[in-house]
């Protein structure tokens, strides 16, 4: 008797759940069979490499691909869809007039990279959209305006001697192969949090930060992996798998550095309110203006908008510096460019003890490498978007809303179509007459239109700065057997750090 009351009582709520869970799983395939069907329809105009049925094309990335996607990038020019999965597809573009029609419109980012930075980044200048990325992009970017750029120059000056001081220390008179890329990330991040944060680290000198570099890499790596592996797109799956316990774990390695930053900028406000001195100060850096925005109007400017801000300017102000200028001094470690920038730079700086931004604007050869080099290793190698209306390129073809497109900015710099020899450096590209010639948006290092880099002032001058005092100092020679490699990542990173020879300079 007992059991036919469990049958009867309890088998068939069981029996019930489960017909109600096979049925809502078919839906979930028949959703997943129809957006794929759509998909395949609204791609139908651009053909695309062979692909796993089952990957996609998700390995070449995984396998470190900017070689592969080298050659497809040759085979289909213009674009081709990326799958990610048999679900997912990105619509990669790589042609100057497909990025002119997508960056004169005003899609939002899209939900892909831009949504996973938010655990680790919060939601700031670079993935918020509309209304409130207005209000925030007209506040903040007083905090790189001219008249503060030329007070960072001075303040850059200063760090980039810290950083020859310990070359000079390390190598003596002797030619010294030393690892430079933890060297520039040091640099980079020294100056980033004096200039946009007014923070005193000594983070050359002594190795405070050294937790935060670790975790912030490893971070970016996650975040990457993510990306491209398009199981852990969906936020549950991401959460309990290894990956996603890890970057929980790193949030709690990164944010007290947040707090820290924040707490210090208080504090000086604090001080100076005290001493009724606020006048004084030559420029209001990013972090003053949030404080102010904070303390003026907490309603649209709050706390969780200020700790978002903080992080987004560390982390796009920091990786991308790191990579530009890693790459800059391994393509001046190319004799003849060296030699020229030198000489330029001697011109106008004499020994280097004083460094203005009017100099800065002088050195015509060093910009010009210094821009061949953001071509050939863009430190962001892409921005993406998501269609929220239909979208026709020039040649006539269209995609409908909803796609997520993806500008490769290293593409853009490496089409055939458009640059002669794409692998070799030539300064020469960017001088004045083909500058002219040349179409606008081939050369996307810092994006264009609205949403491009608030810091790309900033960055040309710190990158000027920063070579032109190395090259005053120092003679850099690459070593053969160690080429500068890249590994995949959101951004430009070496793969086994970079390995200069240093020399010490003879006084003039
Ligand atoms: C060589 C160095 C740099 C490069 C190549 C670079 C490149 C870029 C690119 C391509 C974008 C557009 C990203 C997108 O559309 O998703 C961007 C946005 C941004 N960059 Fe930079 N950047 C550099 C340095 C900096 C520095 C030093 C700062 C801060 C001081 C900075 C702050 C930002 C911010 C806040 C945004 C978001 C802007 C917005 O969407 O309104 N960047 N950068
Ligand atoms: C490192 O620098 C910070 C900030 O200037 C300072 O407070 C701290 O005492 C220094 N630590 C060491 C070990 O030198
Ligand atoms: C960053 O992570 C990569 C991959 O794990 C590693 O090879 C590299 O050495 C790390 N760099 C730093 C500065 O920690």
Known sequence: MESSWLETHWARPLHLALVFCLALGLLQAVKLYLQRQRLLRDLRPFPSPPSHWFYGHQKIIQNGGMETLGEITDKYPRAFPFWLGPFQAFFFIYDPDYAKTLLSRPDPKSNFLYKFMDPVVGKGLLNLNGPKWFQHRRLLTPGLHLNALKSHVEIMAHSVNTMLGKWERICGTEDTLLEISAHVTLLTLDIIMKCVFGLETNCQINSTYDHYIKAANE??????????????????????????????????????????????????????????????????????????????????????????????????????????????????????????????????????????????????????????????????????????????????????????????????????????????????????????????YAYLPFSAGPRNCVGQQFAMAELKAAVALILLRFSLTAEPTRPLVSRPNIFLKPKNGLYLHLKKLACQ
Request: proline content about 5%; overall charge neutral; charged content about 20%.
């Open 219 to 440: 971070s970016s790596n996650i975040i990457f992996y993510r990306l491209y592996n398009f199981l852990y797109h969906h936020d549950v799956i991401f959460k309990f798998s290894p990956k996603g316990h890890r970057l929980w774990q790193l949030r709690k390695i990164l944010h007290p550095y947040t707090g820290k930053i924040i707490q210090a900028g208080k504090n000086s406000r604090m001080n100076e309110n005290q001493q009724g001195n606020t006048q004084k100060r030559k420029y209001q850096n990013v972090l003053d203006i949030a404080l102010s925005a904070l303390a003026e109007n907490g309603d649209s400017f709050s706390d969780t908008d200020l700790w978002s801000e903080v992080n987004t300017f560390l982390l796009a102000g920091h990786e991308t510096m790191t990579g530009g200028l890693t790459w800059l001094l391994y393509h001046l470690a190319l004799p003849e460019h060296q030699e020229r920038c030198r000489e330029e730079i001697r011109s106008i700086l004499g020994d280097g003890s004083s460094i203005t931004w009017g100099q800065l604007g002088e050195m015509s050869y060093t910009t010009m490498c210094i821009k061949e080099s953001l071509r050939l290793a863009p430190p962001v190698l892409s921005f993406s978007r998501e269609l929220s209306k239909p979208i026709t390129f020039s040649d006539g073809r269209s995609l409908p809303a909803g796609i997520t497109v993806v500008c490769s900015i290293w593409g853009l710099h490496h089409n055939p179509a458009i640059w002669e020899n794409p692998q070799v450096f030539d300064p020469l590209r960017f001088s004045q007459e083909n500058n002219d010639k040349r179409h606008c």
